[in-house]
């Protein structure tokens, strides 16, 4: 059985849009206008992937009025709609908090906001809620780190008694930025602890580029899996910080590992509902093909991982043959997957080089016709 | 009420032995040969600075024939026998591991020798079981970390069964070291997780040089209390790895950060566990004032963080007036508090400058004259 | 001599204007609408610490018609114009670099854009024209790193050749950010080779956010002034990245022992052309008393450091006494010089509580209420 | 041409002994207890590898009474001794530093050191003296950063007098270890101002492993070809500090990245006296395995960086095609080249898999069997 079969890449809408630094934010000819224009690019990157049937909304950049027709809209480009990520940090009312707010009106607002998350879902038939938190502080002192955690969880405890059956509230976490000294969900425990309190439908959200320097992130994949509250991934890379880079693009033997993990823990089996899905930025790079080349690096790393000889490492591991159980991983690693990766796209009718492909359809040269006027889609709509 | 008589610190017996790096350990006159004449060193200490009524003891560098004759020992010094720590590094068995081991006669080993930790704590009147594991594995492939964790849950239920009423199972963690590549217990949220599955006198141990670079530790100290897991402390300084430095020395305002948290969230109350013990390497300096240097940065770090005007600091901080939440926080910190310091030792009987009079008080001379053959201790023995 | 009467410390004209991150920028009632406003605000700093009598200027922020003019309205406020900021991040062209970029046209539009700034350094009587590069590349095989330091050498000859007799070039260096795979001029190896290839009037800038984690910044501010190559600092402090905290807020310590190496390398000598510069921003704190604070942090750790006695540091150095050495240094630290700093303004005329005073002065009422329409400046303009 | 022909990995003697962490020394059987065993098994890996014909010696660790014999018994094994790597760290006189060091007495007896080593490099025929020292301090006013940095200037002078014609002194830095504050020779840029003092032959010796968490390694590869001024590599790799596993192991694409600057900087070239050497610690992996896995994994990625097609990446690099200029260095990357490479050995009468090989050869069973008694050679010997 072919693991890449499992393997369904959720695309973020706002990965089409414009992005930047805090320096600049640079346009480029063919950007989208609206949240249609988004999804239809999406649609394209499954159309030449087969492997990103969903694409995800940001609300409320990607806010419209009837959401069923959106739905449609994205079925008849042959993707659907799925998680629904909100947004406390644009509106002035959220300078110092949203849901830790120690203003209970600011607060409710906040939560506000989460249920009409949820309405939309509701509307969608998406299956999760996404909640990443800018909350935190710049200065010492500038808050209560205790309060804050508590009215967090009170905050959240409220979100949840809304979240329906066939439905999961994921929350993300992040080591730093916006806030610069202390941030509401920082790290992995924090974020499994809120969701913890909450229940079953409560998961943790693991984005690759939100953690401290060093960081065994594969470890905290093996171990939340292990716990039964790894909800989602938030791929893209880094060198440095949140740097939102192509997944894969700064260190693929990371990835490599990351999707081992995933798969030695079940995240790739039948039943999981363990969702992947990409966050990125694509600052300089044109849209459509970084998240193309997003796609395909997850998947050959999942291809590569697949490789690993399970059994023989296991009698490596066992028998204390560092070397050998190393050389074992690493010979999946170093393995070429991309012939046999086109062999999986040609037996699903799928061009066998999907960037080529996308280069040769002229699909950008139209856009690029067509998008003219209008305001182009970024962060902030 | 000064918070100040509610600080107790527990002075590790290996602090006055020889440490060092991989690359040199030196060697300095009068260092002690035995447990008897590190306590004597630490209960000196304590004579200085009536604040380190306890000695932690390491098994098997402490190990001695009649733990009831060293209680006594202790006790004539003045002081009592705190924490024990068990050590499953330096055996050659536990090249691959120990209570994570792939080989269950090792587990029972490492099992075996928590257990005999627990009779000496039977015979001292120890409280706390400290378990810090060299645990990890140092290249990708060499073990399965999903199957570690599991046995690393299995090993210690069963020592845990054996913690007695008035006994804790303390789990530290640390980022990396010696492990390099992985390690099985490297942050907060895993001993969390064992801690947890364990039950109420399990709890969490957290040594300030163990975190990634950037880590903000207050915020972890804050989750801790938050949710009553926070057991004990292992303080020192770092810069870059796990340095093992006078606590204090490298970045004093943190440490004026996190005993503001302490305070916040109760750890100094009257009737709370938690536990503040010191873990330090003078590889350089001279041990026994390195110890109570030690001793008096944790107090007067304390005793700036106890003058932070809390109620003000609500008012600003529920006003969202950061400069001025700030300013509150900091004026607490850029008190000086060493003439007050100075006071509450003289109101003691305690000299009131303890580097001072210890270094007048020929103890350094004695020991130096007596302790001559020999072997100077050291983390080897 | 009080070392604190050399200390004047230069003020950003931007740090007046909005600031955010790349998630959100908060706008604040009084911001200026234009640089005639922002001198007004600098202006007001100085006039409540007596010690910020420049102000630096960014172009194309703070473009004006005439300079004679607008140095005459800094003169009237009783400040004057200080370094010319440089800005090759935000004009389209500059997306895959400015004095480094392959295109010679572009590289020469950089180069222009530099001359044009020392054609304004000759009106307004700057010394230092700043360049800080945001020239870097994002993904590895995007650039050629070697070809684009060599460009970078030649672009900066070319400059250098029109920096006149009583003016300097200083290069700034920097991490990450926004480039966040390469970054051209990335560590002070880097500007130090680069500036030392020109001349005696080409220097290195300092910003103390601009390091790796764990970067020791004292270290290089000593071997800079050993090398007499370090011309300026742009002040500011950060927990994680390049967060442009108010200097000092994050570890005060570590101002503290930057000051230290300053004194200690002539810094603030009589004859000494150091230049130092905040580059903050302000995101969610008032930005007038920001500043204030910032220039008030940099003198209470001058006018700690400045107590260290140096004669007994060095016999404690000297004689491995490595604790008495730290305590010489501690001390210095420790010590409340706020009674003297609030005496050392009253002699001058000065308030002696600036953060108190500006606030019991109507400034920003006044300027709240007048600034009310137009466009507030921020980075863009 | 196929650079691997120019590809020559000189082994570290120390390889083959033990090693550790502070923690704990493993010992395994067979260990090398003289340098003349160690160079037997440094012989081994040249013999299974043929990349492999130099043996680094580190003094006082190797000294031997006959160097000239020392060289006869290498040249019998089919290898050469190469680099001096001189040791100032494991003397009770250095506790406070060597070149550094206050005392005069102390640092000529250093200085005499390193007179000693070049002496045994006029015996042996070696090319380079390394320097590496662990000169620094552990506490904020421990030492005075900036007479520390004049008196290393003066310590390495007097040594470079006593470098011959054909011999080079190159000088390595380290972020930090066994110093906790402040290293004396940090990074690339101390290493590279105080080398440019001293004359042609000396150099920049860069170790992968001693740099700042995100260093941009390959920058500073092609900064010091730039400048002509890199003279050898210290290769290993790391997840955290100075981990120093097997190079390659934590990070492949690093080492691609790496080795591509090497050859784009001429480092490979015929003239090029760019020296590449192992350094690690086989801490709980086999020894000999160890060093042949290291030497593939540097020729592995050798030929990959020399699969990137030059012309292609310059033309999508000056275009700004971002996507295609990495899918050009990507490609290179994934290729596999081990197919490639067991030919490449079996042309040159080379085992086509030097791991299976040498695991087949009985090598190891033999000097398990006769290297019995003795003391195992580790860092003390």
Chains 1, 2, 3, 4 share one sequence.
């Not at 080591?175 to 913890?196: H, I, K, L, N, R």
């Not at 060198?239 to 033997?253: E, H, K, N, Q, T």
């Not at 998240?291 to 028998?319: C, K, P």
């Amino acid at each position: 059985m072919n693991l890449l079969d499992n393997v369904a890449i959720e695309l973020p809408s706002w990965a089409f849009g414009n992005s930047g630094t805090r320096f600049k934010v640079f346009g480029t000819p063919g950007t989208p206008r609206t949240v249609e224009e988004k999804i239809a690019d999406a649609a394209t990157v499954h159309r030449f992937t087969g492997m990103a049937p969903t694409v995800a909304l940001h609300i409320p950049w990607d806010r419209v009025d009837d959401y069923t027709a959106l739905a449609a809209h994205a079925a008849e480009h042959g993707v659907s709609l799925g998680t629904v990520n909100s947004n406390t940090f644009q509106d002035d009312d959220y300078k110092f908090g949203s849901l830790t707010h120690v203003d209970k009106m600011v607060r409710q607002k906040a939560i506000d906001h989460h249920l009409a998350c949820i309405e939309i879902m509701n509307q969608t038939g998406s299956q999760d809620l996404k909640i990443w938190l800018a909350d935190g502080t710049n200065y010492p002192g500038q808050g209560d780190i205790r309060g804050r955690q508590d009215r967090l969880a009170e905050s959240l405890a409220t979100i949840y008694q809304h979240i329906g059956e066939g439905q999961r509230m994921v929350l993300e976490y992040k080591f730093f930025e916006p806030a610069m000294y202390m941030t509401d969900v920082p790290d992995w425990g924090t974020s499994y602890v809120q969701v913890s309190a909450l229940g079953e439908r409560a998961k943790v959200c693991l984005d690759t580029g939100h953690h401290a320097p060093g960081t065994n992130i594969e470890f905290i994949v093996a171990q939340l899996l292990r716990l039964g509250k790894l909800g989602s991934f938030d791929f893209n890379s880094r060198f440095y910080a949140d740097d939102d880079l192509i997944v894969g693009a700064a260190d693929p033997f990371q990835l490599f590992r990351i999707m081992f993990e995933v798969i030695r823990g079940g995240g790739l089996d039948a039943g999981s509902d363990l969702s992947l899905m990409l966050d990125q930025c694509h600052n300089v790079e044109a849209k459509i093909p970084g998240q193309i080349r997003s796609v395909l690096n997850v998947a050959e790393m999942t291809a590569r991982a697949q490789l690993v000889d399970a059994d023989a490492l296991a009698v490596a591991q066992e028998s204390g043959d560092v070397l050998g159980a190393n050389e074992i991983f690493m010979d999946a690693f170093y393995t070429d997957v991309r012939p046999a990766m086109a062999q999986w796209r040609a037996d699903r009718g799928l061009p066998e080089h999907p960037m080529r492909a996308f280069a040769e359809s002229g699909y950008q040269d139209t856009v690029d016709a067509e998008r003219v006027g209008g305001t182009q889609s970024s962060w902030g709509a």
